[in-house]
């Protein structure tokens, strides 16, 4: 920033394995945003190193770290980033468009992917024709297309109700459960309980990296909220 140089973060040593299930936490400008950017091969590191499945991403061209983004990271993001003129299916689908992969497999990899999310029937429906829930389920499916090695999440629920939001983690977990590998990054400290593991960021640095005994179960939190709805009926 002009002559000012901002350590966005400092002596970060942190591993994820297969198969967790990770919040990223802390207040704005902690250094979690960049963080998300190293491990989604949006940024690279100024020192340090950063290995993807046992890979040194700064060893990668620009075309290699390019495939790499599309095949080993799926992205979710806050604002869905669904494009509006295509179907559910069209946006799924364009992953593996970019990957090479023939049509007739995306169609019926956009399909599975699309109703293991929970979307079976809405296939042609365009993002204004579906609710925020379905957009962001949309947005995981897309994620979920290439089967990446990782699943990164920036406030996944952030422009959700708080019944959908659960939702959502029910389904992140139903994922994570199947042998997803998930990092969200989140400002609310009840979503943050529903993952197995939690980091926290301060002034650049991990302040806290603590695993969570028990987890949230947000299909149990669903069914509470459906118990309570009928007992008010």
Avoid: W
Avoid at 92 to 119: C, H, K, N, S
């Amino acid at each position: 920033m002009g002559d000012n140089v901002v350590h966005a973060m400092q002596g970060v040593s942190l591993e994820v394995y297969p198969g967790e299930f990770v919040a990223v936490m802390g207040p704005s400008g902690s250094g979690k945003s960049t963080f998300m950017n190293v491990v989604g091969c949006l940024d690279q590191p100024t020192s340090g190193s950063y290995e993807l499945n046992g890979v040194e991403v700064a060893t990668l061209s620009r075309d290699a770290l390019a495939d790499a983004r599309n095949r080993e990271i799926g992205f979710i993001f806050q604002s869905f980033n669904l494009l509006p003129r295509m179907t559910a299916l069209g946006n799924v689908m364009l992953p593996m468009l970019y990957a090479g992969v023939p049509e007739a497999i995306r169609l019926q990899r956009g399909m599975a992917a699309l109703q293991a999310v929970g979307l079976k029937g809405r296939e042609h429906h365009k993002p204004k024709e579906m609710s925020g829930g379905q957009q962001q389920r949309t947005a995981i499916a897309r994620a979920l297309v290439n089967k990446p090695s990782v699943i990164l999440a920036d406030e996944p629920t952030g422009a959700l109700d708080s019944r959908t939001s659960v939702e959502i983690m029910a389904l992140l977990q139903h994922l994570n459960k199947r042998g997803a590998t998930i990092v969200v990054v989140t400002h609310e400290p009840d979503i943050a309980e529903h993952c197995s593991r939690i980091v926290t960021f301060s002034d650049g640095r991990v302040r806290e990296d603590r695993l969570v005994t028990n987890p949230i179960s947000a299909q149990q939190r669903l069914d509470e909220m459906d118990a309570g709805r009928e007992n008010a009926a």
